[in-house]
T-cell receptor, first 112, second 110 residues
Framework: EDQVTQSPEALRLQEGESSSLNCSYT??????LFWYRQDPGKGPEFLFT???AGEEKEKERLKATLTKKESFLHITAPKPEDSATYLC?????????????FGKGTKLSVKP | ETGVTQTPRHLVMGMTNKKSLKCEQH?????MYWYKQSAKKPLELMFV???????ENNSVPSRFSPECPNSSHLFLHLHTLQPEDSALYLC?????????FGPGTRLLVL
């Protein structure tokens, strides 16, 4: 069964304290892995799509990496405005069209 | 407004009411989706439409009825809902793999 597990569930950081969020997945054949940011009461905001092991993408203080079993979202020198829930999702080859399997998310709090 | 829009943003309804949620995408995408997001649970895919044709129905109860009149508009018709249906309902659209989400409708069923 295709599955996505995110850890930790919650993470508290001081401003400037770098850290990483983990997304472990099991899927029959990975078509794509997606990272989203979600603020309270809002819809998920797209961050990155990764397609193959070894791929990396960056955006401001965020960097996403991918291996055959997991993805990391590295946050460098975070600021309070980076506080949000970060969602990971995978899409499998051969699965139903558009079927993203989401993890439960990691709630990040960055204190000034 | 650009991107994916949803109306209303908040909705309170009784179990005997009938209401509809609306989604509109301004991105030229050909696929649209409905998701349900409940507290402490992952996003759950409900319906998928591709070029106005429904291609996915993830065992959703019949009290939820989707409608897709064209590639830019998607509706979710609600009737005789239960309190456990209270959640954030999200619409998304895509052209290829990446899905873009709207702001959601926060639904409370009393």
């Amino acid at each position: 069964e295709d599955q996505v597990t995110q850890s930790p569930e919650a993470l508290r950081l001081q401003e400037g304290e770098s850290s990483s969020l983990n997304c472990s997945y099991t899927v029959s054949g990975l078509r794509g892995l997606f990272w989203y940011r979600q603020d309270p009461g809002k819809g998920p905001e797209f961050l990155f799509t990764l397609y193959s092991a070894g791929e990396e993408k960056e955006k401001e203080r965020l960097k996403a990496t991918l291996t055959k079993k997991e993805s990391f979202l590295h946050i460098t020198a975070p600021k309070p405005e980076d506080s949000a829930t970060y969602l990971c999702a995978v899409q499998a080859y051969g699965g139903s069209q558009g079927n993203l399997i989401f993890g439960k998310g990691t709630k990040l709090s960055v204190k000034p | 407004e650009t991107g994916v829009t949803q109306t209303p943003r908040h909705l309170v309804m009784g179990m005997t009411n009938k209401k509809s949620l609306k989604c509109e995408q301004h991105l030229g995408h050909n696929a649209m989706y409905w998701y349900k997001q409940s507290a402490k649970k992952p996003l759950e895919l409900m319906f998928v439409y591709n070029f106005k044709e429904q291609t996915e129905n993830n065992s959703v109860p019949s009290r939820f009825s989707p409608e897709c009149p064209n590639s830019s508009h998607l509706f979710l018709h609600l009737h005789t809902l239960q309190p456990e249906d209270s959640a954030l309902y999200l619409c998304a659209s895509s052209l290829q793999e990446t899905q873009y989400f709207g702001p959601g409708t926060r639904l409370l069923v009393l």
